[in-house]
């Protein structure tokens, strides 16, 4: 009896150790790890019309500013066709 409980503290102290080993390989992988660069925030405005916020490179422009869609430039500004 007195073997058995040894060799069940033998086996417990390897599972530690080998949870402990595998704690360290995971925070040096991560360490290793690039970080790669988040993109440029895109510009947002706002349609002067609705007032609905849309990135700058998807706004129709008008004399008096953004707008979302070619209808809002045209009542706001007054312009036809």
Sequence with gaps: ??????????????????????????AK????REVKPLPAPTVMVACLHCGTHLPEVDAVRGKQGAYCCEDH?????????
């Design 1 to 26: 009896m007195k073997y058995l409980l040894v060799f069940a503290v033998i086996v417990v102290g390897f599972w530690f150790w080998r949870q402990g080993r595998a704690v360290d390989r995971d």
């Design 29 to 32: 992988a991560s360490a290793r």
């Design 73 to 81: 430039r045209r009542l706001r500004e007054g312009q036809a066709g």
